[in-house]
């Protein structure tokens, strides 16, 4: 027991799982509309699409949190103007955009030898370096995040089930979407702090996307994935303390192998449940038709 609880013996793991839980439930609740509503894509796009605003925040001695939400905001802004021509799909606007915004991330970086030595933890997050302050500012967004989130469930859930009967009772499909890029993209700029821009990805979706194989109703899936969320934060943080691996991405490895682990056992369960004895083959493969009943009649032939 006492192996298992040393890590949570240092103040700065602490300030360290009590950060990653927050944002892992952050990252669960606005993460199942994303997993449901097969956004995925933008989601990366957006998660990298910070690197701009983070550099130039840096470079101008301004708040990083601030700078990657703008760039975000920026990359959402710029998905929506693109997909208002028809001709392009909302795929190619995505691709277009997360590779404009990952270019002048670069580009900025690059130009910047100052800037080039906190590349490594904006890429991939400083989850123990987190202070107190960052935690309350998480503590803050969650509460806005989950605020919004109860308040806009219906018109989120009708939008995406039902966008034309959302539309008929006045619940307007196109604010929801609005809403709900906007909480993407305060979920990605607050965790990138603790597991950078290229792996926050990783806990918006993969917690949602493995609560998604068990449960059968949104709210259960952000319940759901909200735990798995904060047990691969547990779990990462413990693996990499022992290991000495990089605390994020080692949370962010843990998330995604949750969806295999957890899609490897409701297989599991499913074949046992539909298979509780040992059938043969002949057991669940009909015999075949006398030859004359599959022939087909001549005038079809």
């Known amino acids: 027991m006492e192996w298992i609880l040393e890590p949570l013996g240092a103040s700065f793991v602490q300030r360290a799982v009590l950060a990653g839980s927050l944002v892992a439930v952050v990252c669960a609740v606005v993460g199942s509309w994303v997993v449901v509503r097969g956004m995925a894509f933008l989601g990366d796009a957006m998660s990298h699409g910070l690197l701009p605003g ?25 998905v929506s103007a693109i997909t208002r021509n028809r001709r392009v799909s909302q795929d190619t606007a995505i691709g277009l955009l997360f ?14 030898g100052s800037f080039a030595v906190d590349l490594t933890g904006t890429l991939f997050g400083d989850v123990l370096a987190v202070g107190m302050e960052d ?22 859930a009708a939008a995406t089930f039902h966008p034309q009967k959302a539309a008929s009772l006045g619940l307007r499909p196109s604010l929801a979407h609005a809403v709900l890029l906007g909480m993407v993209t305060v979920a990605v700029a607050a965790s990138f702090q603790v597991v950078g821009t290229l792996l ?10 493995a609560a998604l194989v068990w449960a ?38 843990v998330a995604a192998l949750s969806y295999f682990a957890s899609a490897l056992c409701h297989s599991a369960i499913r074949g046992t449940k539909q298979r509780p004895g040992a059938l043969t083959a002949a057991a669940v493969v009909p015999a075949p038709l006398p030859e004359k009943e599959t022939r087909a009649p001549h005038h079809y032939a």
């Open 54 to 78: 983070i550099a130039i925040a840096s470079l101008l001695g301004g708040n990083l949190l601030l700078g990657a939400a703008l760039s975000a905001a920026a990359t959402a802004a710029g």
């Open 200 to 209: 926050v990805f990783g806990l918006l979706i993969a917690p949602p996307a």
């Open 216 to 253: 059968r109703s949104i709210t259960a899936v952000m319940a759901l994935g909200a735990v798995i969320g904060v047990f691969s934060v547990v779990a990462g943080l413990w693996i990499s303390w022992y290991a000495s691996t990089a605390a994020g991405a080692t949370i962010a490895l």
């Open 135 to 156: 935690v309350v500012l998480l503590a803050a967004v969650g509460c806005l995040v989950l605020g919004v989130a109860v308040l806009f469930h219906r018109a989120l």
């Open 99 to 112: 590779v404009v915004m990952l270019s002048l991330g670069v580009i900025i970086v690059s130009a910047s």
